[in-house]
């Protein structure tokens, strides 16, 4: 079994039952735990032109007065659920692509897998206005 929270409603955790022997354990806790569906929920591609943009500038860390209201504009009217998890993920492409063109590009297209690219084809068009460089289309490079 594995446990998380990423995605989770505020309080929750999800269980993954990945094995015959963690069934057998869930059949053992499950009468103890409580179900929720799980939740999709707000758009998670609204912030990411801004955080495109954030990858291509000198990092730098904002007062702790403001990182705290983002954190609180994020509970409140970010994505949820899968949404929110899906949104991690992309964003941690992100940040990974940038950094291996920042600092392996020739080796780029031995190390990065093509669903990467298939993964950031919708913030494409984004990603060349900042970087000047485009993402492969179809996750094939071109030589």
């Known amino acids: ?58 990092p730098r860390r904002p007062p702790a007065l403001i990182r705290q209201l983002i954190a609180t504009l994020q509970r409140q009217r970010g994505p949820r659920g ?22 392996f590009a020739r080796k780029e297209a031995s190390i990065v897998p093509y669903h990467v690219y298939m993964a950031l084809a919708r913030y494409s068009d984004d990603y060349e206005r900042v970087f000047g460089r485009p993402l492969p289309q179809n996750g094939k490079h071109t030589p």
Not at 2 to 28: I, N
Not at 82 to 103: C, G, H, P, Q, T
């Open 82 to 103: 899968l949404e929110f998890a899906r949104s991690v993920i992309e964003m941690k492409l992100l940040r990974n692509l940038a950094y291996v063109r920042d600092k």
């Open 1 to 58: 079994m594995t446990v998380g929270y990423l995605g989770a409603p505020l309080g929750w955790q999800w269980l993954l039952v990945r094995t015959d022997r963690g069934a057998e354990l869930f059949s053992l806790i499950a009468p103890d735990l409580a179900f929720a569906p799980v939740m999709e929920q707000g758009e998670r591609t609204a912030g990411m032109s801004r955080y495109i943009t954030m990858l291509a500038e000198k």
